[in-house]
């Protein structure tokens, strides 16, 4: 099947901590996006990238990371940096990053500080 | 910079009632508007996009959603509503380089 995965499906993070989150996508795209989701609110663009080893910052990159190198993988990095971490998470994907194509959403990681 | 408004929070509809979640756009240029679905715990389903052409664009799941220039809205309609419609809706706005933008969602309650 094709698709779009991300684990875990819940992510416990301690106090100075960086955690790793995983988006691995089967579906042969160019473009892949990360997404944080708080309540209430609609989702904010972290990072994308349209193509291997290339990504841009988002909206609200500051204390996250991101690397690219293989087609498929997409994964980000939650630094400590980053003061208030707690939210759902959800990668994307699109055959390319052009106005017109549909993203496709995989079901998302939640994150948790303790 | 574009936005995109999803005025009401909560839109509540008794089972077989028609629908509508409304949305309008602000952006420069040509909008490219796009509605998902978001079921609890769950990463988001696509339902339908406006790129060009008619205005009344129709998607998954019976929903349809009508494009008005003038108004700068993309509203989503059904004209019967389910009771597994109920999730969270997301309009967005999608600019010419690709960037998305979303509404803060609006939740459907349908009930029996």
């Known amino acids: 099947d094709g698709g779009i995965t991300q684990s875990p499906k819940y992510l416990f993070r301690k106090e100075g901590q960086n955690v790793t989150l995983s988006c691995e996508q089967n579906?042969?795209?160019?473009?892949m996006y990360w997404y944080r989701q708080d309540p209430g609110q609609g989702l904010r663009l972290i990072y994308y990238?349209?193509?291997?080893?290339?990504?841009q910052k988002g909206d609200i990159a500051e204390g996250y990371s991101v690397s690219r190198e293989k087609k498929e993988s997409f994964p980000l990095t939650v630094t400590s940096a980053q003061k208030n971490p707690t939210a759902f998470y959800l990668c994307?994907?699109?055959?390319?990053?052009?106005?017109?194509?549909?993203?496709?959403f995989g079901p998302g990681t939640r994150l948790l500080v303790l | 910079a574009q936005s995109v408004a999803q005025p009401e929070d909560q839109v509540n509809v008794a089972e077989g009632n028609p629908l509508t979640v409304k949305c309008t756009y602000s952006?420069?240029?040509?909008?490219?508007l796009f509605w998902y679905v978001q079921y609890p715990n769950r990463g988001l389903q696509f339902l339908l996009k406006?790129?060009?052409?008619?205005?009344l664009v129709k998607g998954s799941y019976g929903f349809e959603a009508e494009f008005n220039k003038s108004q700068t809205s993309f509203h989503l309609k059904k004209p019967s509503a389910l009771v597994s419609d109920s999730a969270l809706y997301f309009c967005?706005?999608?600019?010419?380089?690709?960037?998305?933008?979303f509404g803060d969602g609006t939740t459907l309650t349908v009930k029996p």
């Open positions: 994307a994907s699109s055959t390319t990053s052009g106005f017109t194509e549909t993203q496709y």
């Open positions: 579906l042969n795209h160019d473009a």
């Open positions: 990238s349209q193509i291997v080893n290339d990504f």
């Open positions: 952006v420069s240029g040509n909008p490219y």
């Open positions: 406006y790129i060009t052409g008619d205005n």
């Open positions: 967005a706005v999608r600019d010419i380089a690709g960037k998305s933008t």
